[in-house]
Nanobody, 132 residues
């Protein structure tokens, strides 16, 4: 099970964090990619970022230079992946979902939909709202 935390509301230019923690199953999926998608009302799902077991990171062009993904594996019982979002813009407003699977693909590979049916594990979603 993945549990998300963080998010909230901020003015443009501000910062927020969203975190995703494995719960109840120890460090499950250690050899998987952990990442983030987001979806705004009426908009296609967008892949944001991912990190793998070797800490190789990938970012969408829309967030590159503003968002940072990191992982904390110090606790043997769980793993936490955090998306730190800086210089937020109103267009970053969306529900953010964390996801875990052997490989996370761009949402375009799923027809612009968040691949809830295809990815192994999902968080519950966290609202991020950026006002102008």
């Amino acid at each position: 099970q993945l549990v998300q935390s963080g998010g909230g509301s901020v003015q443009a230019g501000g910062s927020l964090k969203v975190s995703c923690t494995s719960s109840g199953s120890g460090k499950m999926f250690d050899d998987s990619e952990w990442g983030w998608y987001r979806q705004a009302p009426g908009s296609a799902c967008e892949f944001i970022s991912k990190i793998d077991e070797d800490s190789d990171m990938t970012y969408a062009d829309s967030v590159k230079g503003r968002f940072t993904i990191s992982q904390d594996t110090r606790d043997n019982a769980k793993k936490t992946v955090t998306l730190t979002m800086e210089n937020l813009k109103p267009e970053d407003t969306a529900v953010y979902f964390c996801a875990v699977d052997r490989m996370l693909l761009d949402a375009d590979s799923y027809g612009g939909n968040c691949p809830f049916w295809a990815v192994n594990m999902w968080g519950q979603g966290t609202q991020v709202t950026v006002s102008s």
